[in-house]
């Protein structure tokens, strides 16, 4: 389920947690536990979770690393 919303707080795209965990590929199940543990990407409750694909994008370049050894920002 992909919403489009060009009106609405200038969002483009939103997804559920299915199609975000697609768009991821990640299960729906990891993204749910990401958002009861923490750590994952943004997300709205707006009768039910909701993320925005700019969000999504951001959260995924975040996780970019360039060795093993390599612990993220810090």
Not at 9 to 15: D, E, I, K
Not at 22 to 41: A, I, V
């Amino acid at each position: 389920f992909i919403v489009t919303d060009g009106h609405r707080q200038g969002w483009t795209q939103y997804f559920d947690t299915r199609s975000a965990a697609e768009y991821l590929g990640l299960s729906p199940k990891t993204l749910e536990k990401l958002r009861w543990q923490g750590g994952g990407p943004a997300y709205y409750r707006l009768g039910g979770v909701r993320y925005l694909q700019d969000d999504l994008d951001e959260w995924r370049e975040s996780r970019r690393r360039t060795s093993t050894s390599d612990t993220g920002p810090r």
